[in-house]
């Protein structure tokens, strides 16, 4: 048992955040029932900069690390305020600054895009609200060019009532796993007094934001205590996944907002990894399919950007 009394776990304050820290918590206090495990809030870049596209807040806020969703929380880490930083995972770049290391994740949730509607046999027509450059071009590609987008921002709730309250707008999408972690995913529900309908889309046309379903977290790499103890809550097979994702995603050297789908699941003792990157000027994206040992994850990722072939 660790020699720690106490554990503080810093979060972003949306309603997401706080759910997803509180899985930590709980993970963390049963692992360890006599820790004292702490919660604080801390806002973020991303959260406060709602005035542009996701895809800009890194550029119009000078954050060339592009890490506007966790920034402000490594800040806390190096200053000792914290202990472990805990995240989305797909928010998080895929290459940490020095002195972080991402030293464990939970058991991934389901990794889907779920399309939201406000009528329920909707067809691909219209208006779709995004803030994802990804789910924009994947949307194009599977319903057809006459789509029309519209930025979207904001947290889950505000989403949905966004949708629920704009007539102009035929269509969102969200994650499965933020949804689900909310109570909020139903085939119907009612919304700011309107009924909205949910059905979750195709891994295979809607490969997912690479972490997208993951809760990560994130310590000081000299902080060989923490991450220990993280170590006793983390899930092998989720953070294999992540691993090979991520390791496409710094291959490639893509941000945040670059668009790219990276999904790996196991097959008993293969790692089966799916990808899909929208080059620019390109409507149609490379697109690659690989399967490897479990046991190399990493390799796996490399492998799978190497026979993409970008030529």
């Given at each position: 048992m660790t020699s720690k009394n106490t554990l503080i776990i810093g979060t972003r304050g949306s309603a997401l955040a706080l759910a997803q820290a509180d899985m930590v918590r709980a993970a963390l206090s049963l692992r360890y029932p006599e820790l004292?495990?702490?919660?604080?809030?801390?806002?973020t870049t991303g959260d406060r900069r709602t005035d542009v596209p996701l895809a800009d807040v890194a550029r119009v806020s000078g954050i060339v690390d592009k890490g506007i969703f966790i920034k402000e929380l490594e800040t806390a880490l190096l200053e000792g305020r914290i202990d472990v930083a805990v995240h989305s995972l797909k928010d998080v770049p895929s290459e940490l600054a020095p002195g972080f290391t991402l030293a464990a994740v939970l058991p991934r949730a389901a990794v889907e895009d779920v399309l939201i509607t406000r009528e329920p046999d909707w067809n691909g027509s219209g208006t779709l609200a995004t803030g994802s450059v990804r789910r924009r071009l994947m949307a194009r590609t599977y319903w057809g060019s006459g789509l029309r987008f519209e930025d979207l921002r904001g947290n889950v709730p505000?989403?949905?009532?966004?949708?629920?309250?704009?007539?102009?707008?035929?269509?969102?999408?969200l994650a499965r796993a933020g949804l689900e972690?909310?109570?909020?995913?139903?085939?119907?529900?009612l919304v700011e007094g309107r009924k909205l309908y949910m059905r979750p889309l195709?891994?295979?046309?809607?490969?997912?934001?690479?972490?997208?379903?993951?809760?990560?977290?994130?310590?000081?790499s000299s902080d060989r205590e923490t991450m220990e103890m993280l170590a006793g809550i983390s899930?092998?097979?989720?953070?294999?996944?992540?691993?090979?994702?991520r390791a496409f995603l710094v291959r490639l050297g893509a941000s945040c907002s670059t668009p790219v789908g990276?999904?790996?699941?196991?097959?008993g003792d293969?790692?089966?990894?799916?990808a899909a990157y929208y080059a620019p000027g390109r409507e149609e994206p490379f697109a690659v399919v690989v399967r490897g040992d479990r046991k190399e994850?990493?390799?796996?990722?490399?492998?799978?950007?190497?026979?993409l072939d970008l030529r």
């Open positions: 004292d495990v702490r919660r604080e809030i801390i806002h505000t989403r949905l009532a966004k949708l629920a309250e704009h007539p102009g707008w035929d269509a969102v999408i972690r909310l109570g909020l995913y139903a085939p119907e529900t195709p891994v295979e046309a809607f490969i997912p934001a690479v972490g997208q379903g993951i809760v990560g977290m994130e310590c000081r899930d092998p097979e989720a953070f294999a996944c992540a691993l090979a994702e990276v999904y790996a699941r196991l097959e293969e790692l089966v990894l799916r994850p990493g390799a796996l990722g490399l492998r799978a950007f190497e026979e």
